[in-house]
T-cell receptor, first 113, second 113 residues
Framework: KQEVTQIPAALSVPEGENLVLNCSFT??????LQWFRQDPGKGLTSLLL?????REQTSGRLNASLDKSSGRSTLYIAASQPGDSATYLC????????????FGKGTRLSVIA | EAEVAQSPRYKITEKSQAVAFWCDPI?????LYWYRQILGQGPELLVQ????????DSQLPKDRFSAERLKGVDSTLKIQPAELGDSAMYLC???????????FGQGTRLTVV
């Protein structure tokens, strides 16, 4: 059974700092990995999708890497801003194709001005 | 930009009452998911549809929960009777075939009193 773990559970950093969020999964036979952002009381916004054949994906100040063999992914946020404050979730499909996602519990990020 | 629409955004109901949530996926997305998210946890799958057919409802508490997607487009999730433990965020997501990237709606926050 696939299990996803995110460390740390919470993180507080001063504005402008670069930071790394970690995600690990127990079954390395994943189809892809997706990072989401969730603001309090809101739904999930997709940030980045990394296919299993890719090593990393970039979108603006965000960079996500994937190491399938070690069962790890990292989300790097450069030059953090107060607007980045949110919960960040990673998720992997149970199987290949249109299958449901297994989520970690998320990392709650606070960027202090 | 196309979005997954959910309504209502918030619902407060008394214990033992019936409650229903509605979801309209992104046009053309054959796969639709309902997830439940308890505060501080990651979302967990309740039911998955492929067009109008249920693919996976193994985690749906069928004694009180029901879901339908009659025409393979929008979907309704019902709880009857609601219990205090059902208080959570209910999230709808859809995926375009064959890509597994999931797009989420804003969710329905249910409070059972």
């Amino acid at each position: 059974k696939q299990e996803v773990t995110q460390i740390p559970a919470a993180l507080s950093v001063p504005e402008g700092e670069n930071l790394v969020l970690n995600c690990s999964f127990t079954d390395s036979a994943i189809y892809n990995l997706q990072w989401f952002r969730q603001d309090p009381g809101k739904g999930l916004t997709s940030l980045l999708l990394i296919q299993s054949s890719q090593r990393e994906q970039t979108s603006g100040r965000l960079n996500a890497s994937l190491d399938k063999s070690s069962g790890r992914s990292t989300l790097y946020i450069a030059a953090s801003q107060p607007g980045d404050s949110a919960t960040y979730l990673c998720a992997v499909p149970v199987h290949s194709g249109n299958t449901p996602l297994v989520f970690g519990k998320g990392t709650r990020l606070s960027v202090i001005a | 930009e196309a979005e997954v629409a959910q309504s209502p955004r918030y619902k407060i109901t008394e214990k033992s009452q019936a409650v229903a949530f509605w979801c309209d996926p992104i046009s053309g997305h054959a796969t639709l998911y309902w997830y439940r998210q308890i505060l501080g946890q990651g979302p967990e799958l309740l039911v998955q549809f492929q067009d109008e057919s249920v693919v996976d409802d193994s985690q749906l508490p069928k004694d009180r929960f029901s879901a339908e997607r009659l025409k393979g487009v929008d979907s309704t999730l019902k709880i009857q009777p609601a219990e205090l433990g059902d208080s959570a965020m209910y999230l709808c997501a859809s995926s375009p075939p064959p890509n597994t990237e999931a797009f989420f709606g804003q969710g329905t926050r249910l409070t059972v009193v």
